[in-house]
């Protein structure tokens, strides 16, 4: 878990021309990996604080746990 860690991303105004460029460029690097499925795959929401302030639970935990699904979690705990 990367839970605290701050990247570029969470630190530069979201309207910087810095933000646009780094979100185009680490684009492809910030795929989640899912411990369930073990897949990787691209967030539902760009970033962290985007997925907690507008997410659903499964969203947010895509930032928390990695976890992809509401059908990944149930087999994951299950
Ligand atoms: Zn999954």
């Not at 369930?36 to 691209?42: L, V, W």
């Not at 929401?45 to 976890?67: C, H, R, Y």
Request: hydrophobic content about 30%.
């Amino acid at each position: 878990m990367n839970v605290g860690q701050k990247t570029l991303l969470d630190i530069l105004p979201k309207e910087s021309p810095e933000f646009t460029a780094m979100d185009a460029l680490t684009r492809n690097k910030r795929k989640h990996f899912c411990p369930a499925c073990k897949q990787h795959y691209d967030p539902t929401f760009p970033t962290k604080d985007l997925a907690m302030s507008q997410g659903v639970s499964s969203n947010k935990e895509q930032w928390l746990s990695g976890i992809c699904s509401d059908k990944c979690w149930d087999d994951y705990l299950g």
